[in-house]
């Protein structure tokens, strides 16, 4: 994709604000991607530390909602540990009817789950869900 076409692909994107809009274009059946800025949201251990300087994107593939709490969907991939060894990454997201994303990563190597950070993002605060032909 080329950087004329990627920024038309953000142009014909649209911003979901609200858990109930994200909500209603994941049961319509439309693609949904959530954007991250993880040093606009902070640590949920510490409350007020700000995340890493990491932007990610997500394109939701599946999803559950539960009685209405929240939106859960998750993703997991390989990847190599700086020691070049095989190791699983966990990623599982929740949005809550507040519009809060909490974001929780574990990693599992060598069949040993270690839970690594856990965030809270707010909506269009360090989390967007964007739809449309550039989601």
């Given at each position: 994709?080329s950087?004329?076409?990627?920024a038309?692909a953000?142009d014909?994107a649209?911003?979901l604000?609200?858990?109930?809009?994200?909500?209603?274009?994941?049961?319509?059946g439309?693609?949904?991607?959530?954007?991250?800025?993880l040093?606009q949201c902070?640590?949920?251990?510490s409350?007020?530390?700000?995340?890493?300087?990491?932007q990610?994107?997500y394109r939701?593939?599946?999803?559950?909602?539960?009685?209405d709490?929240?939106?859960?969907?998750s993703d997991v991939?390989?990847?190599?540990s700086p020691d070049?060894?095989?190791?699983?990454?966990?990623i599982r997201y929740?949005?809550?009817p507040?519009?809060?994303?909490?974001?929780?990563?574990?990693?599992?190597?060598?069949?040993v789950v270690?839970?690594?950070a856990?965030f809270?993002?707010s909506?269009n605060?360090?989390?967007r869900?964007v739809?449309?032909s550039?989601a």
């Open positions: 994709m950087l004329i076409s990627a038309n953000c014909d649209s911003a604000a609200h858990y109930a809009d994200v909500k209603a274009t994941l049961l319509a439309k693609q949904v991607t959530v954007l991250l800025d040093a902070t640590v949920e251990a409350k007020d530390q700000s995340g890493p300087k990491v990610s994107g939701i593939n599946s999803f559950m909602i539960p009685g709490t929240y939106i859960a969907f991939h390989e990847t190599l070049e060894k095989l190791k699983t990454e966990h929740r949005l809550t507040d519009d809060k994303l909490t974001v929780r990563t574990s990693i599992v190597k060598d069949g270690t839970p690594r856990s809270t993002c909506l605060a360090g989390a869900f739809t449309g550039g």
